[in-house]
């Protein structure tokens, strides 16, 4: 199996040290050096962060292949406190919303669907986005770097989840999806990706310029649409087709600084 082929459920599958002779190859395959091979549990799984450096950066082995992506909206069950919040914050705050959760998840999340995608290493953290945001692609390229696709992106996320959250489909009662604290959201993922974890600072582009990830700008929080639609931002599949809209618009390359990028090797 050549590296770019490296499926998610292959890489699963393997023991530690064929994990470590698969990361080490791609280091090498990079010119980087591996840094890192951890084995950490992820709800009733054991998996495998591989962690790479290149030119000072640090970059996580995702493995592609046939994968899941996007949100079953008509399979979701929402929580009763997510239910509530969306009747008696979002509804209530006359902010136009459609009357039933499931349908504003329908407008606002990417339907479920299979993919083939790749492996790939994809940063471990994004960068922040140059004062011109259209020049992302032409200043990763000189470094032999892209953008990832929104399948790309939401796999990294979710790593194989079906949930509406990369951690699960409950929004943390105890914290806010921005700012410090605690919670899951500001945990590495499954494989090892800094990613999704601040409504405010954590909105990524991607190759497509209608959809961006990973967070809103605050404009749910702000608006105080109420606490199931401010963590919305944060579901894997939410592609935030109006932060997408309001970046690529004359006032986003004033607010270029609070959006990201993340940058991907190829490994074919």
């Not at 931002?233 to 609070?258: C, K, Q, S």
Request: with cysteine; hydrophobic share 40%.
């Amino acid at each position: 199996m050549s590296l770019a082929d490296l499926t998610l459920a292959h890489w699963r599958a393997l023991d530690p040290a064929a994990c470590t002779r698969y990361a080490e190859e791609a280091a090498r395959r990079v010119d980087g050096r591996l840094v890192r091979l951890e084995a950490v549990p992820h709800r009733a799984e054991v998996h495998h962060r591989a962690v790479i450096e290149r030119a000072g950066e640090r970059y996580a082995l995702v493995p592609g292949g046939e994968v899941t992506v996007g949100f079953d909206v008509e399979a979701w069950q929402p929580l009763p406190e997510q239910l509530l919040s969306y009747r008696e914050e979002s509804l209530a705050g006359g902010f136009g919303f459609e009357t039933e959760p499931r349908d504003f998840l329908a407008r606002v999340l990417t339907p479920r669907r299979s993919v083939t995608l790749p492996a790939v290493l994809m940063a471990v953290e994004p960068v922040r986005l140059p004062e011109v945001p259209s020049l992302v692609p032409a200043l990763f390229a000189e470094r032999g770097l892209r953008l990832p696709d929104p399948d790309e992106w939401e796999h990294a996320c979710g790593a194989g989840a079906a949930t509406l959250f990369r951690w699960g489909d409950a929004c943390p009662a105890d914290v806010s999806p921005y700012g410090g604290g605690k919670g899951p959201h500001l945990l590495p993922n499954a494989f090892g990706l800094r990613i999704a974890y601040d409504v405010y600072d954590s909105a990524e582009m991607t190759s497509d310029p209608g959809f961006v990830y990973g967070g809103d700008g605050g404009e749910a929080a702000c608006g105080g649409y109420g606490t199931l639609l401010e963590w919305l931002p944060l579901a894997t599949a939410n592609r935030n087709a109006g932060t997408a809209e309001f970046l690529g618009g004359p006032e986003g390359e004033d607010m270029f600084e609070d959006f990201n990028a993340r940058p991907v090797i190829d490994l074919g």
